[in-house]
């Protein structure tokens, strides 16, 4: 049987490919394991960089959604973004589009139940629980052999991730070379503190908690690098520095993030948690400040794509780079400024010159649509905005 489509991956773009094609087409979905198979940035943590299996790093994203645009990848059409949005949730995005907002979620989007709800409304799509090798184009048909079995399709999406899109094409005959030897990620910074006492001009965070989650006022730093965000510093966390080792923890999947905040018994990482989650607590005398910035080249990669190494010298650079270049003077300085927190969007793993010039991603059905192909990922999550884009690509094809 050759399909309409053939997606390859079951995270986050995946899905988001999924809904944007017409409910007519014949889709079959090469989602991978059936149960996770999490890949991890080293072997000494418990930090994910990549799920092989059933709904990708999906299944463990925090569901922070931003509506601010400093980057060049996202030029979707905001109509899109609200269709999109609003098909996960009832909130109105309003004038908050192109603003640093962020979405927090009560319930984040989780690949897996929106693919059996799919799966209900549209009899023509096909989930088959096996992970991609290789894809080849032969005589006008795509095919792409998975647990040994070819499936063929007039189109090809492709979204195993930042990792495992790499490693298709490594293993693909006429896409080889095409990845690159490193990948770049987020972090995520403590700045340091304010105290609002002694600058009263400085405002809480900005809360609005809407039916379905909770909407936090961000800002950035003068040249757009820079995400910042301040959380209330209450309890053990309203002393500089106190915490930012325990705040490492919200890099975890969700359900040890919980496990060490109870664990720890920590009241300034629990009412951090909270304000997090629920909005609570954001008028304090002291406010924690962080920034989330991109890291080019953080990690180097391995061969096989199975593991990274560090690149310690290009993430300290960036980090003494943006503390160098911002413009707080209320700030009272971190003074443990190499500590960062991993961001967990490792994007920019293939050669955007050495796609653009291959002859056969020339009208020949074959689209990226996950992070590994995106340079310029600015500094916000991009998670949604990649979800947007890929919806956006499926519905003009």
Same mark, same amino acid.
């Given at each position: 049987?050759?399909?309409?489509?053939?997606?390859?991956?079951?995270?986050?773009?995946?899905?988001?490919?999924?809904?944007?094609?017409?409910?007519?087409?014949?889709?079959?979905?090469?989602?991978?394991?059936?149960?996770?198979?999490?890949?991890?940035?080293?072997?000494?943590?418990?930090?994910?960089?990549?799920?092989?299996?059933?709904?990708?790093?999906?299944?463990?994203?925090?569901?922070?959604?931003?509506?601010?645009?400093?980057?060049?990848?996202?030029?979707?059409?905001?109509?899109?973004?609200?269709?999109?949005?609003?098909?996960?949730?009832?909130?109105?995005?309003?004038?908050?589009?192109?603003?640093?907002?962020?979405?927090?979620?009560?319930?984040?989007?989780?690949?897996?139940?929106?693919?059996?709800?799919?799966?209900?409304?549209?009899?023509?799509?096909?989930?088959?629980?096996?992970?991609?090798?290789? %894809? *080849?184009?032969?005589?006008?048909?795509?095919?792409? $052999? +998975? !647990?040994?079995?070819?499936?063929?399709? /007039?189109?090809?999406? =492709?979204?195993?991730?930042?990792?495992?899109?790499?490693?298709?094409?490594?293993?693909?005959?006429?896409?080889?070379?095409?990845?690159?030897?490193?990948?770049?990620?987020?972090?995520?910074?403590?700045?340091?503190?304010?105290?609002?006492?002694?600058?009263?001009?400085?405002?809480?965070?900005?809360?609005?908690?809407?039916?379905?989650?909770?909407?936090?006022?961000?800002?950035?730093?003068?040249?757009?690098?820079?995400?910042?965000?301040?959380?209330?510093?209450?309890?053990?966390?309203?002393?500089?520095?106190?915490? %930012? *080792?325990?705040?490492?923890?919200?890099?975890?999947? $969700? +359900? !040890?993030?919980?496990?060490?905040?109870? /664990?720890?018994?920590? =009241?300034?990482?629990?009412?951090?948690?909270?304000?997090?989650?629920?909005?609570?607590?954001?008028?304090?005398?002291?406010?924690?400040?962080?920034?989330?910035?991109?890291?080019?080249?953080?990690?180097?990669?391995?061969?096989?794509?199975?593991?990274?190494?560090?690149?310690?010298?290009?993430?300290?650079?960036?980090?003494?780079?943006?503390?160098?270049?911002?413009?707080?003077?209320?700030?009272?300085?971190?003074?443990?400024?190499?500590?960062?927190?991993?961001?967990?969007?490792?994007?920019?793993?293939?050669?955007?010159?050495?796609?653009?010039?291959?002859?056969?991603?020339?009208?020949?059905?074959?689209?990226?649509?996950?992070?590994?192909?995106?340079?310029?990922?600015?500094?916000?999550?991009?998670?949604?905005?990649?979800?947007?884009?890929?919806?956006?690509?499926?519905?003009?094809?």
């Amino acid at each position: 049987m050759v399909y309409d489509d053939l997606i390859i991956g079951s995270g986050l773009t995946a899905l988001s490919v999924a809904y944007g094609l017409e409910a007519g087409r014949k889709v079959c979905v090469l989602a991978g394991s059936r149960y996770p198979e999490l890949q991890f940035y080293d072997s000494s943590s418990n930090t994910p960089c990549a799920n092989n299996g059933f709904g990708g790093l999906g299944s463990y994203w925090h569901g922070v959604i931003p509506t601010g645009q400093p980057c060049f990848f996202f030029d979707t059409d905001r109509h899109l973004f609200e269709e999109l949005f609003n098909h996960f949730y009832p909130d109105s995005v309003g004038e908050r589009y192109g603003q640093p907002w962020l979405f927090v979620p009560y319930r984040p989007i989780r690949p897996a139940t929106h693919w059996k709800k799919l799966c209900i409304e549209r009899s023509n799509l096909k989930i088959a629980h096996a992970k991609a090798d290789l %894809i *080849e184009y032969k005589k006008g048909v795509w095919t792409a $052999t +998975a !647990g040994g079995v070819c499936n063929s399709a /007039k189109r090809i999406w =492709l979204a195993a991730g930042a990792l495992g899109t790499p490693a298709i094409l490594e293993n693909s005959p006429e896409f080889q070379k095409m990845s690159r030897a490193y990948v770049s990620d987020h972090v995520i910074l403590y700045l340091g503190q304010i105290d609002r006492r002694r600058h009263p001009h400085i405002l809480p965070p900005k809360v609005d908690r809407k039916a379905s989650g909770v909407w936090m006022q961000g800002s950035y730093d003068s040249s757009n690098l820079g995400l910042i965000t301040t959380k209330p510093a209450r309890f053990s966390y309203a002393t500089l520095d106190n915490g %930012i *080792e325990q705040r490492s923890a919200f890099g975890l999947p $969700t +359900a !040890g993030v919980l496990a060490k905040i109870w /664990k720890a018994g920590s =009241l300034g990482l629990i009412s951090e948690a909270m304000f997090n989650k629920l909005g609570l607590f954001p008028d304090s005398n002291r406010l924690s400040v962080y920034a989330q910035i991109r890291i080019e080249d953080a990690y180097r990669l391995k061969p096989g794509h199975l593991t990274l190494d560090a690149n310690i010298m290009a993430i300290q650079s960036g980090i003494r780079n943006f503390r160098h270049n911002l413009e707080m003077p209320e700030l009272e300085l971190s003074k443990q400024p190499e500590l960062y927190i991993r961001g967990i969007h490792l994007h920019n793993s293939l050669n955007s010159g050495a796609l653009a010039s291959h002859s056969m991603l020339a009208n020949k059905n074959l689209t990226i649509v996950d992070s590994s192909c995106i340079a310029d990922i600015g500094p916000e999550h991009h998670s949604f905005k990649a979800m947007v884009k890929a919806f956006s690509l499926a519905k003009s094809n």
